[in-house]
């Protein structure tokens, strides 16, 4: 009762700062640069420092190691849904222009804009590592597979070049983690001074992502949702199949239960952000995957007070 308390009480400080991002940007508060700006002070600027002072402060050594192997789990979940993605468009015979588009969104996961900020209000700083192991997965993935099967619906020949593929995988917040897991394992301790800063510019993640959230439904307009087969498979894929299957892998293994509860919730996170974007670059269907983008996000504010307490009686 008291971690369901706990977790309804970070939703609703979640939901109330998103419905900050939406009405401010009702009264013209931001510009398509201003919404870029926030994304990158986010990615670029608050999350790396985020992950250096929360993992050295709240993890050893030994934990960290006992943490990576299990990034086993969200690979071989996303594999599978990948598959599962494949017979559901056949099923449901989603349209040939974004089949690929279709199966990307099904088995990807928005796991820093929405994924981390949610868990983080849930279940705190300690929760971070397991939220950075399932990213981790995750943007490989998508930036392989996933943008492979974007490219194929795609009007041009252009390719996503190894470099910039690579890039875009080590991204600033998992070189953040990375480093944050060095320091720990070297058993490095940062100057008082640095980790302060660390504490401070990483206190931006969190609210500023959730503007950000707020700021982008209000851009795709609440009036371009629209419910046919192809967005019921998508929204099937992201909330139905993908914490169903991870559940089934996580629940017999001997991982943490806060482990467990944080790789479900980030399996039902919704379509991430990127796929508007690389669907623009390869001249795919962007307004599907912006429309699901839109869909997912704010259907995720009604699905995650649900797996809450499914996953808290589960775990």
Not at 76 to 88: A, D, P, Q, Y
Not at 174 to 190: E, K, M
Not at 219 to 248: Q, W, Y
Not at 249 to 266: A, D, E, G, N, Y
Request: aromatic content about 10%; some cysteine.
């Amino acid at each position: 009762m008291q971690v369901f308390l706990e977790s309804g009480s970070g939703i609703l400080m979640i939901i109330l700062m998103v419905a900050v991002g939406y009405f401010l940007a009702t009264r013209g508060w931001f510009s398509e640069n201003s919404t870029k700006l926030i994304a990158k002070l986010v990615t670029q600027v608050a999350l790396p420092p985020y992950m250096i002072s929360s993992i050295t402060s709240d993890f050893s050594r030994q934990e960290l190691l006992n943490i990576l192997p299990d990034l086993r789990f969200p690979i071989l979940s996303m594999m599978i849904l990948f598959i599962v993605s494949i017979f559901v468009a056949r099923l449901i015979k989603v349209r040939p222009i974004h089949r690929g588009l279709f199966e990307s969104m099904f088995f990807n996961s928005n796991t820093v804009f929405v994924g981390l900020p949610i868990n983080l209000a849930i279940f705190g700083r300690k929760s971070l590592p397991y939220v950075l192991v399932y990213y981790m997965a995750n943007t490989m993935i998508f930036w392989t597979l996933g943008v492979y099967l974007i490219q194929r619906d795609g009007e041009t020949a252009e390719r996503m070049s190894l470099q910039a593929i690579i890039k875009k995988i080590f991204s600033a917040p998992l070189i953040g983690f990375i480093i944050g897991v060095i320091l720990v394992i070297l058993g490095i301790h940062l100057p008082t001074f640095l980790m302060k800063g660390c504490s401070y510019i990483g206190g931006l993640t969190i609210p500023l992502s959730m503007i950000f959230i707020g700021i982008s439904v209000h851009t795709a307009g609440i009036k371009n949702m629209e419910l046919n087969r192809d967005s019921l498979g998508v929204l099937s894929g992201r909330f139905v199949f993908a914490p169903f299957l991870m559940a089934m892998l996580v629940l017999p293994s001997s991982m943490p239960v806060l482990m467990k509860q944080v790789f479900i919730l980030q399996s039902c996170m919704p379509v991430m952000t990127n796929a508007p974007v690389v669907s623009k670059i390869y001249k795919a269907d962007a307004n599907f995957s912006s429309i699901m983008v839109t869909e997912t996000t704010l259907l995720s504010l009604l699905i995650v007070p649900i797996m809450m307490v499914i996953i808290t009686h589960l775990a």
